[in-house]
């Protein structure tokens, strides 16, 4: 059995063939698989090659060891007739522009490398006994490369359009508060994105609505959730009707989502 079956890694991404969008989140997990009688140890997490022009997801709230990494997880897997220990690393990243990605990996483990006892100096069994020991050292796991990742330019958003700079799947409700208005009291127009994909893009564009002095907005971002808040305060009396187009780049549908957005005020 050579170093190369013992102990191996493979890099895993959904749907590798589909072409990727500059700003699109990429799920990754890297897969380390040890053969269990080295009783392996990984001594750090995995350094990654290739991704330099890549901004990763921030676990450090969840991972303070290593804040590009989820926590890492363990189990036992049995390949080819053999048992092997196999570590899990997930991980996420979005590129900053567009080219070929062809990632790479590597990470250092510590491992049994003789499971039996040392040499007895006195030729008797009760001090082979005394003297076993397990003797360990290090080994630099090479992973195998990962499909090579074709990332695409983002097309232009719809010019009737506004942009938010989501990439994902997102869904947009909206609401004012309150309903009602008065000249010169301000109206919360709400906007609430809810989905799949990272909020690190978004940008909060600005309004411009006829009859409105309208505030920059407030954003806040979490994991799946993005809500803007705009202060939108009315100059004059009357019955107000305007219909705002928002746009979410989809990269599974390769086009813009589109979300209209009602606003009703009298």
Not at 3 to 18: K, L, Q, V
Not at 104 to 119: H, K, L
């Amino acid at each position: 059995l050579t170093m190369r079956e013992a102990a191996f890694g493979r890099i895993s991404i959904p749907d590798p063939e589909r072409p990727r969008y500059v700003g699109e989140e990429i799920p990754m997990e890297l897969h380390l698989y040890v053969l269990e009688q080295l009783m392996p140890q990984p001594t750090e997490y995995p350094v990654l090659e290739g991704v330099k022009n890549a901004v990763f997801r921030d676990y450090s709230a969840e991972n303070p060891r290593q804040r590009n990494f989820a926590p890492a997880r363990a189990r036992y897997r049995e390949i080819d007739g053999r048992r092997y220990r196999e570590f899990i690393f997930p991980t996420a990243f979005r590129a900053t522009v567009p080219g070929k990605l062809e990632i790479g990996a590597r990470q250092n483990i510590a491992i049994v490398t003789d499971g039996g006892r040392a040499s007895d100096p006195f030729g008797d069994d009760f001090f082979g006994g005394f003297f076993s020991m397990r003797q360990t050292g290090s080994h630099t796991v090479e992973f195998e490369p990962a499909p090579v990742l074709n990332v695409q330019p983002l097309p232009a958003a719809p010019a009737d359009a506004v942009n938010l700079g989501l990439v994902g799947e997102w869904k947009l409700n909206s609401r004012l508060v309150p309903a009602v208005a008065k000249v010169g009291e301000p109206v919360s127009l709400e906007l609430i994105l809810t989905g799949d994909g990272t909020p690190e893009t978004v940008t909060a564009p600005k309004l411009t609505l006829p009859g409105f002095r309208i505030y920059p907005p407030e954003v806040r971002k979490k994991a799946g959730n993005v809500e803007i808040k705009y202060a939108l305060v009315p100059l004059q009396p009357g019955e107000y009707a305007e219909t705002l187009q928002f746009a979410a780049f989809n990269p599974v549908r390769k086009e813009y989502d589109l979300f209209p957005c009602e606003i009703r005020l009298p």
